[in-house]
């Protein structure tokens, strides 16, 4: 069948967007800073280079941002490494849609823990393509350019293509590529209504996402 697929990955396959918050603010924490108002929204979809800043400069963390992230990033691994919990249906997603597209990832993790997710997923090679916003020039989520850059590499127009997002800054990023948007609201931090009607289908879990539908989307374009 024509076109592709792309999954976001922490808070769509992964319940790993709580896991960041806590790290972060343990971080904060360590430090005596208090967690400022909006801090966890603002971060959520940000590139690595993004958030290690904003750990820094809104946070007040000290040393540089690249130490942010490497200190944040350990306490990721670390986490990953005492097991990580999937969303319901995510691995029968992957296989159920990749059986019959190309699969894309698209995240705003760091390659070293999409990596981690990946292999914790059991899915080793199931993606064609899997991309962070830590490796682009441009800006992460929810910026355009980690969706129309995944979708340069699976050989798709980004309208024949399919996202499958969880966060506000992701669907945000995937309507602005020019991606039909699949949106799987999260229980931490879920969407605003204004942000879920930019997508094309709001749907309850993975389990919801079959063929047909995805299919739908593609045939609309």
Request: no cysteine.
């Amino acid at each position: 069948m024509a076109g592709a697929i792309v999954f976001d990955m922490d808070g769509t396959l992964t319940d790993t967007e709580a896991i960041w918050d806590t790290v972060r603010r343990g971080l904060a924490a360590s430090e005596g800073l208090p967690w400022p108002d909006g801090a966890t929204q603002a971060m959520m979809g940000m590139s690595t280079q993004e958030w290690s800043a904003h750990l820094v400069e809104a946070v007040g963390l000290t040393g540089t941002p690249e130490q942010a992230a490497q200190r944040t990033i350990d306490g990721m691994l670390q986490a990953y490494h005492q097991g990580i919990q999937l969303l319901p249906g995510a691995v029968d997603a992957i296989r159920r849609l990749g059986a019959h597209w190309p699969l894309g990832l698209a995240s705003s993790s760091p390659r070293v823990l999409i990596e981690a997710g990946v292999e914790a997923m059991g899915v080793t090679g199931a993606f064609a393509v899997t991309l962070s916003t830590e490796e682009l020039d441009g800006a992460g989520k929810p910026a355009p350019d980690v969706y129309l850059e995944a979708a340069r590499r699976l050989g798709v127009e980004p309208r024949l293509a399919v996202a499958i997002e969880d966060a506000p800054n992701g669907i945000k990023s995937a309507h602005a590529a020019g991606l039909s948007v699949i949106a799987v609201p999260p229980h931490f931090h879920p969407p605003s209504a204004e942000v879920l009607a930019l997508a094309d289908v709001v749907v309850d879990t993975l389990d919801d996402i079959d063929v047909d539908l995805v299919q739908s989307l593609i045939e609309r374009r």
